[in-house]
T-cell receptor, first 115, second 112 residues
């Protein structure tokens, strides 16, 4: 079956602009996660959804970052007033449910470059 | 605060050799320790995982060794192959939690 998909695969924007990154999880997966991976680093947790609600948004760096999952499936990560430091690969993952030994399946990521 | 420390940063191994990557953690609330493999342009993929109630888990050529008292765990890749060349990340998750805390990664190159 299809894995986690993310669009766009690459996004180049200018400092100060607004961007939206989309994640389509594996069908039937109720939990969805966003991570950010800077060059040469491991992924860093941003936010996690169980169904439609954000169950843990402790990793969002500041209020310029916001994510939604209105119907419990597709999620959008929104970044306002982008800064050069926001440049990274944004990874989305999904799992059947949360907790336990539940495997998180990762998408290929969206590479965001802020000029 | 880096809660999971990973070493080495890079590793070169000859084909057929053993690759060893080490991780250490600080948070004793962690109770699930997966290893991920990442190829360029791809997302991380789960390789093998362990809980702290066992000291070793083996799946094919991949083995996790876990030392709870030392708060350390390692990945051993036996009979390393060129196709194993990738970046490997250790990670940890708290009991009942959902977010993974990743190490900084090890870039493995297996040479012929």
């Amino acid at each position: 079956g299809a894995g986690v998909s993310q669009t766009p695969s690459n996004k180049v924007t200018e400092k100060g602009k607004y961007v939206e990154l989309r994640c389509d999880p594996i069908s039937g997966h109720t939990a969805l996660y966003w991570y950010r991976q800077s060059l040469g680093q491991g992924p860093e947790f941003l936010i996690y959804f169980q169904g439609t609600g954000a169950a843990d948004d402790s990793g969002l760096p500041n209020d310029r970052f916001f994510a939604v999952r209105p119907e419990g499936s597709v999620s959008t990560l929104k970044i306002q007033r982008t800064e050069r430091g926001d440049s990274a690969v944004y990874l989305c993952a999904s799992s059947l449910w949360s907790g336990g030994n539940n495997e998180q399946f990762f998408g290929p990521g969206t590479r965001l470059t802020v000029l | 605060q880096q809660q999971v420390k990973q070493s080495p940063q890079s590793l070169i191994v000859q084909k057929g050799g053993i690759s060893i990557i080490n991780c250490a953690y600080e948070n004793t609330a962690f109770d699930y320790f997966p290893w991920y493999q990442q190829f360029p342009g791809k997302g991380p993929a789960l390789l093998i995982a362990i809980r702290p109630d066992v000291s070793e888990k083996k799946e094919g050529r991949f083995t996790i060794s876990f030392n709870k008292s030392a708060k350390q765990f390692s990945l051993h890749i036996m009979d390393s192959q060129p196709g194993d060349s990738a970046t490997y990340f250790c990670a940890a998750r708290t009991g009942g939690g959902n977010k993974l805390t990743f190490g900084t990664g090890t870039q493995l190159k297996v040479e012929l």
